[in-house]
Every structure is written in C-alpha cells, then in structure tokens.
C-alpha cells in the first residue's frame, strides 16, 4: 500500500516536473565525462576520489543504480537523500523500481524542521570503483532538495579519509 503511494506520488509529479528534470539531468551528465578523471586508483589498496568545492561545499561524483549524479558529501546527513526531482528521473530511466520504495518516514531537517520522506534501498552505489549494494536512502518530498550522501553509505565504506587541502575523499579498504 505504501509503495503504491510513493508511486503514485512520483507519477502525478512526473507532468509537473519535466522541465526541471532535464534540466538537472542535462547537468549531471554534463559533469560525467570529467567525473571519471576525477577518480584515481593508487597502491596498497587505496582509492582517491576528487571532490569538486563549490560555495564552500563539497561535491562528490557517484553512480546509483548505475545512473551519474554528484552528491554533496554530508557526514552529518544519516541517508542519502534526494529530491523528488532525481527520484522522478531514476524512476523513469529505470534506475528505480516499485520494489524499490519501502514507505514513508519523518525527518528531521537541519535547519530543525520535520519533513516527510519516502524510504528506498538503492540497489547500487558507486564512488570511485568502490561498490555497496542495498544502500537505504530517502527521497525527500521537495523538488529542491539537494543530493545529500549520508552516513547510510559512507559509513558502508569502511575507513575513509579527507584531505581537505586536495580536496581528496581517500577510501582505505
């Protein structure tokens, strides 16, 4: 019932969302080709991924479910988050399947308020090479929210370093 809901929800805001949905499609892709020269492998079992600073806040290039976006890196965000605008892409390439959608839950902003979520498990996510699959992730019901990823994945990685002077994420396993 609840999946049918978020369904629901995501299909009557397809119509609405259209023009917005390509136009962040059209600037994700645009940053994919130099995404992969972003990424370098080094030795002893250690991968570096480049971040992109922007205002003050860091950019990181990642796949889910295969599809290219660039998350903020948010260590004080539990989830991944995105916004219904990249939820409604993912869902029309595919990328996310009613299986996919496990219900609703509150969240707590971080300005304080509470907002509304539906919860999903990203069957993949990628970050220089590195593969998690079944990640949980939330799609907050605002078209503006911004791609957060959260502890939900980065603690998944294991050991993981910043350098902020490189603006480098190090992944030690």
Do not use: W
Request: charged share 25%.
């Amino acid at each position: 019932m609840k999946k049918t809901v978020c369904i629901l929800l995501l299909a009557a805001l397809i119509i609405s969302s259209m023009h917005s949905c390509r136009q962040r499609a059209g600037r994700n892709n645009s940053r994919s080709s130099s995404r992969d020269a972003q990424t370098t492998e080094t030795t002893r079992g250690k991968t570096v991924v480049k971040m992109r600073k922007e205002g003050g806040v860091y950019h990181v290039p990642c796949k889910i479910n295969g599809a290219e976006m660039e998350f903020i890196f948010d260590t004080g965000a539990s989830n991944i988050t995105i916004s219904l605008v990249e939820a409604l892409y993912l869902y029309k390439q595919g990328k996310l399947k009613d299986e996919d959608f496990q219900g609703t839950a509150q969240y707590q902003i971080a300005d304080g308020s509470i907002s509304e979520g539906s919860i999903i498990q990203l069957r993949t996510v990628e970050i220089g090479g590195k593969k998690l699959t079944n990640v949980k992730a939330s799609i907050v019901h605002n078209m503006d929210a911004p791609l957060l990823l959260g502890q939900s994945a980065l603690a998944k990685f294991g050991k993981i370093s910043i350098n902020y002077q490189k603006n480098e994420i190090i992944f030690e396993q």
